[in-house]
Every structure is written in C-alpha cells, then in structure tokens.
C-alpha cells in the first residue's frame, strides 16, 4: 500500500519535471526566434533623478518579453534561461544596442544597461561594445554597465581586464545590489567601480530598522570615501527619500518618483522637463 502510493507520487512527480523540461525547451525555441526575428522582446526605462535638483539624469533599460502566449514576461522568467543555453550573449548586445540607439534619439544624458556575468566570460565582450558605440555614433560617456557583486568575487585576470578596458573607453562601471553580495573594500580598490546602487531590500527598510539606516548611512560614506556616486534603489515612499536625501545619497530611483516606462513615454517626459525649465 505504502510502496504503491510512493511509486505513485514518484510517478507524479516525474511526469511533473517532464512537463517542466518540455515547458522550458518550448520557451527557448521562443526566445531563439524572438531573438533571430526581432519581434518581442522590448526595453522599458525607469529614470534616475538628482535627489536634491529632482531632474533625470539618465535611465536604466529594463528588458520585457511580450510572448505571444504567455503575455509580457519579466527578465527573472528568461535572463536565467538565455544564460544557461548560450543564448545571453546575443540578447546582451541586442539591449546594449537598442538602449544606445535609444539614448541617440531622445534627450537622456545617459543609459545604464544590466549585464551578465556570463558575457564577461567572453573575451571580446569590450570590443564587442566599442564596436557597437562606433557604429551607432554614441558617445562612451552615455553609457552605464551594471555588474554584480558576484562577477567581482570571481577574482578573474580576464574580467579584470575587460572593466578595466569598458572603463578606460569612457564607459561607466555599476555595482547593481549592492549590499547583498559578497564584495570587500579591496575588491572595490581592485577593480574600481564608478557607482553603487543600494539594493532595494535595504531601501524598503529605511526608517523602520535603526540597523538598516546605519548601514545604508556606511554606504554612502563609503562611496564618498571612494570617489564613487550612489544610487538608491526601489525608493517607493515619501519617508525614504526624504532620508535618502538626509544621508546625502545622490541619486534615486524608484515607483515614487516613475515606474519603467516605454521608450517613446520617456521621450515625452524628458520633453516636458525640458519645456518647463526653459
Ligand atoms: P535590477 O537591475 O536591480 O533592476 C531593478 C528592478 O527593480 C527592476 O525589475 C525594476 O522594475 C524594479 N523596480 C524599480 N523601482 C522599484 C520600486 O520602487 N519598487 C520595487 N519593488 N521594484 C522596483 P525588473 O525590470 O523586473 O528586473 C529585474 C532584474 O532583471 C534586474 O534587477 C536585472 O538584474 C535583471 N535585468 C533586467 N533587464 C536586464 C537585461 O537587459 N539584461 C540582464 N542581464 N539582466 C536584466
Ligand atoms: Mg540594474
Ligand atoms: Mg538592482
Ligand atoms: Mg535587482
């Protein structure tokens, strides 16, 4: 009795997997063809704004899936996906480029584009990023790469070199998250880093846990410290900035101040900024 009901579990639970192994073949045969067909796959940009002046001072391009069937998918459904079957390198350049062409035709100073640590597993990803600002026309200095704690940890002479590369160009280094990985103030030396982003589980804790105001307060000190600007994450209330601003953060990004948006209701924004402050 026992024994049948476990094999019957087992069965269930092995139909299951091959339902999700099948799912997830499905949906990297629909990546690879959004990819090659250059439908579907859109980049939403959220603005990030002076904390003290509450202009823009540029955007981060945030990938989106609109899948035939399944609707709009969010990155944590397909980066993991595109990394694992070799497909991240080629959706990599696809937002670095569309964000770049983006920035050529609208007013933002700047883009900030995420990317993963697989890409910087290639050796050419640096050259691969000059040769796409040359070919478009964009200036390094309008781009921001976003890296994570983990791609520093690696410890790698090869990733060493292409940072160091990206930064030599004009392009400027991002610590995404920062705070929930493992990065050490000599590895912040090593390799230099131009900004960090405050992780938004620290943000959406400020005012409410004396520990977490204290450690956000070492992060901005630190970055002084090191001649490095800070962004906060996830600013979503009133209370928060109006700490964020105490602690003398720089910049700040969040649904209070705009959610991600469509390129073209960016361009209108930026329009309207600009339209009031002439
Ligand atoms: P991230 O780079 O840390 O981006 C911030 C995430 O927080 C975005 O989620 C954004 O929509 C969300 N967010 C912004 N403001 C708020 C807020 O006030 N409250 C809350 N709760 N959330 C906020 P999204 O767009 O779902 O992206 C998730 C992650 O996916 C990103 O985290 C980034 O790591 C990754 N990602 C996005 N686009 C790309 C891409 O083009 N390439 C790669 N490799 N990764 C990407
Ligand atoms: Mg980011
Ligand atoms: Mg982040
Ligand atoms: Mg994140």
């Known amino acids: 009795e026992a024994k049948a009901n476990g094999r019957g579990r087992l069965q269930v639970f092995a139909g299951e997997l091959d339902n999700a192994v099948r799912d997830r073949r499905a949906l990297e045969q629909d990546l690879r063809e ?5 439908t579907g796959l859109t980049l939403a940009y959220q603005p990030i704004y002076d904390t003290v002046t509450g202009s823009i001072l540029g955007a981060e391009a945030l990938v989106r899936w609109e899948h035939t069937s399944r609707g709009r998918l969010s990155p944590d459904k397909f980066i993991g996906l595109a990394e694992e079957r070799g497909l991240i390198n080629q959706l990599g350049l696809w937002v670095l480029r569309t964000a770049g062409t983006y920035a050529l035709t609208s007013d933002i100073p700047w883009v900030a584009v995420n990317v993963s640590p697989v890409q910087f597993r290639d050796d050419r990803f640096a050259q691969h990023v000059f040769a796409m600002l040359e070919e478009i026309g964009l200036p390094p200095q309008r781009l921001e790469i976003e890296i ?3 791609l520093l940890l690696q410890n790698s002479p090869g990733i060493q070199q292409t940072l160091r590369t990206l930064r030599a160009g004009g392009i400027r280094i991002a610590l995404d998250d920062f705070g929930t990985g493992y990065s050490s103030i000599s590895y912040l030396r090593t390799y230099g880093v131009d900004k960090l982003k405050i992780d938004q589980s620290f943000v ?15 992060i901005i000190d630190l970055a002084k410290a090191m001649n490095m600007t800070v962004t906060a994450e996830g600013v979503e209330t009133v209370g928060q900035r109006g700490l964020l601003e105490k602690l003398g953060c720089g910049q700040l990004q969040g649904y209070l101040l705009s959610r991600p948006m469509p390129a073209e209701a960016l361009t209108d924004l930026l329009r309207d900024a600009t339209r009031q402050s002439a």
């Open 34 to 38: 959004a990819l090659n067909g250059g």
């Open 148 to 150: 994570t704690e983990g």
């Open 204 to 218: 959406a804790q400020l005012g409410r846990d004396t520990e977490v105001d204290s450690i956000v307060r070492a």
